[in-house]
């Protein structure tokens, strides 16, 4: 498991970014985890199941997909998920979703 600062290094953002990162995903899950998890026939054995039992991958795909961070964080600066600062995409925001959840 890498720590924080390690997460920062690989995605070029700061220790503080990316523990806001997983802030805003605790938060953004509480919000969606129930509806998100009821899309899944099998409930939340099935939706476990569909990212191999991987909690981070789900909470990733369910907080970082669509935007819904900004949508339940709206408090929080979070534009750097997503772009980079050049203004293009951020090609990896899942990976680094994933990773800054895991993060130690």
Not at 44 to 71: C, H, K
Not at 90 to 101: L, S
């Amino acid at each position: 498991m890498a720590t924080l600062q390690e997460v920062a290094q690989k995605f070029n953002v700061s220790p503080e970014q990316v523990e806001s990162l997983r802030s805003a995903m605790c938060r953004t899950w509480s919000q969606v985890c129930y509806d998100y998890l009821d899309c899944f026939e099998g409930g939340e054995q099935e939706a476990y199941a569909a990212f191999n039992g991987d909690e981070s991958a789900l909470v990733a795909e369910a907080t970082i997909d669509a935007d819904r961070i900004t949508t339940f964080c709206p408090d929080m600066d979070l534009g750097w998920v997503y772009r980079l600062e050049d203004g293009s995409w951020r090609p990896n925001c899942i990976e680094m979703a994933q990773a800054a959840y895991n993060a130690s």
